[in-house]
């Protein structure tokens, strides 16, 4: 079945060491984006490629950083986790042709924990 | 700009009864709508999408939704309740952006509780 897998599905991290979380696709989608949700929130979007054009929220700290190095994956770079950084990452890919929005498809997600 | 509020931040229904989730969102054309569900420390599942065809669109796991422009509403209804709809509910909106890529506006999100 074509989907959107995030590994490792827990992560957990020490203050101030680098941590990577990383996500693949088979659905070919074009947009991926990455979310943060902590708890009993809605998710936040902190950027997303649109092919290899990366797209920053402004409001997204400059200590996540991402890479994106084909269309099946994406990665998410966080440079010194800090214990606010704790939470659910989400990442989910779309399809956007004709600047039509399409519905996103999510994985499962990851869990990090920062010590 | 697009904008969703979730009118409850928690329900409550008994298994078996019906199940209203109410949701009003802003917008200055015809939006595209979803409602999204999401079990404890699981990624977000679409359950339905409105993008201007029908206004009653039917989802899986036997829910639907009503778009209602006069009322700015997307309600999401499920006549009987079944212990494993238990879940944080999330009506969105996108935002067709002239630039590249789309962005989804979340609501707050509803908590469904459902009791034996």
């Known amino acids: 079945d074509a989907m959107v897998i995030q590994n490792p599905r827990y992560q957990v991290t020490q203050f101030g060491k680098p941590v990577t979380l990383s996500c693949s696709q088979t659905?070919?989608?074009?947009?991926m984006y990455w979310y943060q949700q902590k708890s009993s929130q809605a998710p936040k979007l902190l950027f997303h490629y649109y092919d290899k054009d990366f797209n920053n929220e402004a409001d997204t700290p400059d200590n996540f950083q991402s890479r994106r190095p084909n269309t099946s994956f994406c990665f998410l770079d966080i440079r010194s986790p800090g214990l606010g950084d704790a939470a659910m990452y989400l990442c989910?890919?779309?399809?956007?042709?004709?600047?039509?929005?399409?519905?996103?498809?999510f994985g499962p997600g990851t869990r990090l924990t920062v010590t | 700009a697009q904008s969703v509020t979730q009118l409850d931040s928690h329900v409550s229904v008994s298994e078996g009864t019906p199940v209203l989730l109410r949701c009003n969102y802003s917008?200055?054309?015809?939006?595209?709508l979803f409602w999204y569900v999401q079990h404890p420390n699981k990624g977000l599942q679409l359950l339905l999408k409105?993008?201007?065809?029908?206004?009653l669109v039917k989802g899986i796991n036997g829910f639907e939704a009503e778009f209602k422009k006069s009322e700015t509403s997307f309600h999401l209804t499920k006549p009987s309740a079944h212990m494993s709809d238990a879940a944080e509910y999330f009506c969105v909106v996108s935002d067709d952006l002239d630039n590249q890529g789309g962005k989804l506006i979340f609501g707050q999100g509803t908590e469904l509780s459902v009791k034996p």
């Open positions: 989910a890919t779309s399809r956007d042709r004709d600047r039509r929005i399409y519905e996103q498809y």
């Open positions: 409105y993008t201007s065809a029908a206004t």
């Open positions: 659905l070919n989608h074009n947009v």
């Open positions: 917008s200055s054309y015809s939006p595209s």
